[in-house]
């Protein structure tokens, strides 16, 4: 079973769905704390926190200085976003548009 086949079986699609049903950040922590390291759990969020500011035009140095990610670390995620499945970009789409709608409620 190749590593591409391994994220496609009905183990991972009940991950998946375990990760759907959580309602809230409190149980979305709740949840990341017993499933992954806190190690685990900084590097995520790390290259989440690169992948954000590639996407807004961030040079390494500033990425690094803020995120303190190797250059490697970059690197990778950089490759991902241009060559991977738009797993980053749907997220930060989709919290842009959570952001712009808290605005306009608050504007109104």
Do not use: W
Request: proline share 1%.
């Amino acid at each position: 079973m190749s590593k591409l086949d391994q994220l496609d079986n009905p183990a991972m699609k009940n991950l998946y769905n375990a990760i759907l049903s959580l309602e809230n950040q409190d149980e979305c922590r709740r949840f990341f704390e017993d499933v992954c390291t806190v190690n685990e759990l900084i590097a995520i969020c790390q290259r989440f926190e690169v992948a954000v500011m590639l996407r807004q035009s961030k040079t390494y140095a500033e990425i690094v200085k803020t995120t303190h990610a190797s250059t490697a670390t970059i690197s990778r995620v950089n490759r991902t976003l241009n060559y991977g499945n738009d797993g980053y970009d749907l997220i930060i789409e989709r919290l842009r548009d959570q952001e712009r709608a808290r605005l306009k409620e608050r504007s109104e």
